[in-house]
């Protein structure tokens, strides 16, 4: 099964470019390196022990603007979500107030 990176291993940032994963069981590590490389993420770790280094590609004008086109839709999804969550509770303060 798959397990979210955070709950086996810790992720720091390095430099500007640079992530570092460092597993907390030494097996984890070829197993981790493997699904970084084979997530559809472009990216190309390298192991030295049982830290992970995985540099971050240069951003790019096309990926620049697939990430602002993800943003949005995130933004607008949670937008909807607030609007849902006042409706619902606008309607359920109001038949509160009739109950009265």
């Known amino acids: 099964g798959q397990v979210p990176l955070n709950q086996v291993a810790s992720v720091n940032v390095e430099d500007a470019r640079t992530l570092t994963v460092a597993p907390w069981e030494q097996g984890m590590v070829p197993k981790i390196e493997k699904a970084i490389m084979t997530s559809d993420l472009g990216l190309n770790p390298s192991s030295a022990g049982n830290v992970i280094r995985v540099p971050m590609p240069m951003l790019t004008e096309e990926t620049r603007k697939g990430y602002i086109k993800q943003a949005r839709s995130e933004a607008e999804h949670a937008r909807v979500a607030v609007r849902?969550?006042?409706?619902?509770?606008?309607?359920?303060?109001k038949s509160l107030l009739k109950d009265k």
């Open 84 to 93: 849902n969550v006042r409706r619902d509770a606008n309607g359920d303060f």
